[in-house]
């Protein structure tokens, strides 16, 4: 290539992600106007409790999710509480944001009042309980407590917490990078190279992600967009620094430039392409669940891995051709200079040492490394991952779960929350009993259109208004079926709720085989459950998928699998000791089923990254020098990077902590640790030792295992 293109091929790749960068950088701020937190991001596709919601706009005037207000004062209300009761709902009536407004309902102990306002369909949930509640406040006499909760409040509270995810959470992951290549590099300029390839990847993903959310072709919403941020900003991080690893490696033998970045292309375009290809299979896997939010993060993470391994392979060489030796600046690699001594007595460092441990003891090392691995995995054991009350989804204050402890104080637990019950409306008697006769349901009422409330009294054959005063109205019919609303005696996101919601599809189908319940409860219990069967189907495709990927990669069979073995104990072992610090330490309520899938599948994918750095580096040195001088050199040239890029992974990933969301704390703990365990333990000793002590074995049945063996 003449001089001129090799300075103007560079500057153009470097021009093409600047106004990458100018035109998504303002969508960084703006992905939250085609994110959402409402309930329907993440349902299951095809469950009833699905169906009931896509019918009940059809039974009653459409409208956004129902908010709770409920007034409480120890000792008993008294009048002037009552006035300021009635004054809130009359405030609740003439705001734009509210579609419906139900009587003041006082609690038969007289210690509390209820109002449920029912949003508008196009208010945005988080901003309109706000205001609810500060309107509330205002109001409130001195001594009565009131509170904003039912499944507008969860909302809001929801999306109060995933706030932080546009700055806060970006911000702690970007220092932790930084600090971390610093002290990797120690060179002022290098870190910031690799850190901008990371942003310039981050920033070319969300604007695509934004566009195809925007345009409906995907679904993005809190959690998916802060595994976005910290998915690219780790791995596109990890790849550079496979890259610059490389590069380094080449200055000492390349005079020049630009020979030394096409040596370093050659080195590191194999395991990059093998590594972010693999990480894409895996979370395209995702595709295959049931879930909405699930599904929809698959497509999301797999274009933020494909800007990765992009900006890691165009822009991040560019860049270090431009700077060259000076990027490295004060510890530059001199042109001639000799490689460190990787093997053999001379060689100096911790993975010197390392290469010796596992040289002399290979097969003592596997074995001690797999029992203690296993050891930490009979956590899993005590492991509780079918699922948590929504009331406990936000970690800290949550005025929506003190509003429904204090609702279930006076009120049936379910109250603004009820079961609904989509069935035949000939049978809708036989229906309404069928419900009474449920233990734990504490009425029930039919939705219909023209009534005040919204709703009429059935069963028995009564036809009257549960609203005292209101007029008698026959119960809405929709395409032969009606619907009905059963008010639960527990509250709608407890235990025994979800054994009352079972029950009552039990006997509802025995009246009607096509009657159908959905409604807070009904949503919870088709979630963990659809999570619960997401898991036993995608985890084992994630592995065979992985594992033929392996064995086109290395051309074998056994390593292939030795790799994919270690990977699943360091899974178990990093799930177990997650699940006794989540009993033990922090004591959460449990898990929910999709946090062991979302880890397996980004320690399975990420984890196979470090398996395929060092492995491709052992079976290139295995080629010119045998297997047991290939594996060391693998380990001394890859140790230091694997452990770099490990730290980094795990801290960005511990980043996610910073959100208060249960299941992303669960995820930032698991992954994070497990990449930590993968990096010291599993690449460093275990892989290595097994596969040394399987010798020629490891690579069969390509040419490598009918090498004849080292000299």
């Known amino acids: 290539m003449s001089r001129s293109l090799r300075i103007v091929v560079p500057a153009l790749v470097v021009l093409v992600w600047l106004v990458v960068a100018s035109v998504g950088g303002p969508f960084f701020g703006r992905i939250s106007e085609v994110s959402t937190n409402d309930q329907t991001s993440f349902l299951p596709a095809s469950a009833d409790a699905t169906a009931v919601q896509d019918r009940s706009s059809d039974f009653r005037d459409a409208g956004g999710a129902p908010a709770?207000?409920?007034?409480?004062?120890?000792?008993?209300?008294?009048?002037?509480?009552?006035?300021?009761?009635?004054?809130?709902?009359?405030?609740?009536?003439?705001?734009?944001?509210?579609?419906q407004v139900s009587p003041v309902i006082p609690s038969e102990d007289g210690g509390a009042v209820e109002i449920v306002a029912t949003l508008t369909a196009s208010a945005e949930t988080g901003d309109a309980v706000a205001a609810i509640r500060a309107d509330v406040d205002d109001a409130l006499p001195d001594g009565l407590r009131g509170y904003v909760t039912g499944p507008a409040g969860f909302t809001a509270d929801l999306t109060e917490a995933f706030a932080g995810i546009d700055g806060l959470l970006l911000g702690v992951a970007l220092i932790a990078v930084l600090v971390i290549l610093i002290v990797v590099y120690r060179s002022p300029l290098l870190p910031f190279l690799v850190l901008a390839t990371a942003v310039f990847a981050l920033t070319a993903s969300i604007l695509v992600v934004w566009a195809l959310a925007k345009a409906g072709v995907v679904t993005v919403n809190g959690q998916v967009?802060?595994?976005?941020?910290?998915?690219?900003?780790?791995?596109?991080?990890?790849?550079?620094?496979?890259?610059?690893?490389?590069?380094?490696?080449?200055?000492?033998?390349?005079?020049?430039?630009?020979?030394?970045?096409?040596?370093?292309?050659?080195?590191?375009?194999?395991?990059?392409?093998?590594?972010?290809?693999?990480?894409?299979?895996?979370?395209?896997?995702?595709?295959?669940?049931?879930?909405?939010?699930?599904?929809?993060?698959?497509p999301v993470a797999a274009i933020g891995i494909a800007f990765s391994v992009l900006a890691a392979l165009t822009l991040l060489p560019a860049l270090l051709l431009c700077f060259r030796r000076a990027a490295f600046w004060p510890l530059r690699p001199t042109f001639g200079s000799a490689h460190p001594?990787?093997?053999?007595?001379?060689?100096?460092?911790?993975?010197?040492?390392?290469?010796?441990?596992?040289?002399?003891?290979?097969?003592?090392?596997?074995?001690?490394?797999t029992v203690g691995l296993l050891a930490m995995g009979t956590g899993l054991l005590g492991l509780r991952a079918d699922g948590v009350p929504q009331s406990e989804l936000v970690i800290g204050q949550s005025q929506a779960r003190d509003g429904q402890t204090v609702l279930a104080d006076h009120f049936p637990g379910g109250s603004g929350s009820p079961a609904l019950v989509l069935g035949d409306a000939d049978r809708i008697d036989e229906l309404a009993d069928a419900v009474t006769g449920v233990d734990g349901v504490d009425g029930v009422t039919a939705a219909a259109q023209d009534s005040p409330s919204g709703t009429t009294t059935v069963g028995a054959g009564a036809t009257t208004s549960t609203t005292p005063g209101a007029p008698a109205a026959d119960p809405t019919?929709?395409?032969?079926?009606?619907?009905?609303?059963?008010?639960?005696?527990?509250?709608?996101?407890s235990g025994a709720a979800e054994r009352t919601v079972r029950e009552l599809r039990t006997a509802v189908e025995r009246v009607d085989p096509g009657a159908r319940v959905g409604g807070v409860t009904a949503t919870a219990i088709d979630t963990d459950d659809t999570g619960i069967r997401d898991r036993t189907l995608i985890i084992p495709v994630v592995l065979a998928v992985i594992l033929l990927i392996l064995m086109l990669l290395l051309r074998s069979i056994v390593t292939p699998l030795v790799l994919i073995g270690s990977v699943i104990v360091?899974?178990?072992?990093?799930?177990?000791?997650?699940?006794?610090?989540?009993?033990?330490?922090?004591?959460?309520?449990?898990?929910?089923?999709?946090?062991?899938?979302?880890?397996?599948?980004?320690?399975?994918?990420?984890?196979?990254?470090?398996?395929?750095?060092?492995?491709?580096?052992?079976?290139?040195?295995?080629?010119?020098r045998g297997p047991r001088e290939g594996v060391l050199r693998g380990l001394g040239a890859t140790g230091g990077v694997i452990t770099s890029a490990g730290v980094v992974l795990a801290a960005t990933f511990a980043a996610l902590g910073v959100i208060p969301i249960l299941f992303l704390v669960q995820i930032a703990f698991v992954v994070a640790f497990g990449v930590l365990l993968d990096t010291v333990v599993v690449r460093s000793l275990l892989v290595p030792a097994l596969v040394l002590d399987l010798g020629r074995r490891a690579w069969w049945p390509s040419r490598l295992s009918r090498r004849p063996r080292d000299m």
């Open 225 to 298: 967009q802060g595994i976005l941020s910290i998915l690219v900003i780790g791995a596109a991080t990890d790849y550079a620094l496979l890259y610059t690893s490389r590069y380094r490696e080449a200055l000492r033998d390349h005079r020049a430039g630009w020979d030394a970045t096409r040596a370093a292309l050659r080195g590191s375009l194999e395991p990059v392409i093998a590594s972010g290809g693999t990480v894409i299979v895996g979370v395209l896997c995702l595709l295959l669940s049931d879930l909405n939010s699930n599904k929809a993060l698959g």
């Open 477 to 493: 019919v929709s395409r032969g079926q009606v619907l009905l609303e059963a008010t639960l005696a527990d509250p709608a996101d």
């Open 570 to 624: 360091s899974f178990a072992a990093a799930l177990g000791v997650g699940a006794l610090v989540f009993d033990h330490l922090f004591h959460f309520p449990g898990a929910d089923p999709s946090v062991p899938l979302f880890s397996f599948v980004f320690l399975v994918a990420l984890g196979v990254d470090y398996n395929i750095f060092l492995m491709t580096r052992v079976r290139e040195e295995t080629l010119r």
């Open 341 to 369: 001594v990787l093997t053999g007595p001379d060689a100096r460092g911790l993975w010197a040492r390392v290469g010796r441990l596992v040289g002399r003891r290979s097969r003592t090392v596997w074995i001690v490394c």
């Open 68 to 99: 709770v207000i409920v007034l409480e004062r120890d000792g008993g209300l008294t009048a002037a509480d009552t006035a300021a009761a009635g004054r809130i709902a009359d405030a609740l009536g003439d705001r734009d944001d509210v579609d």
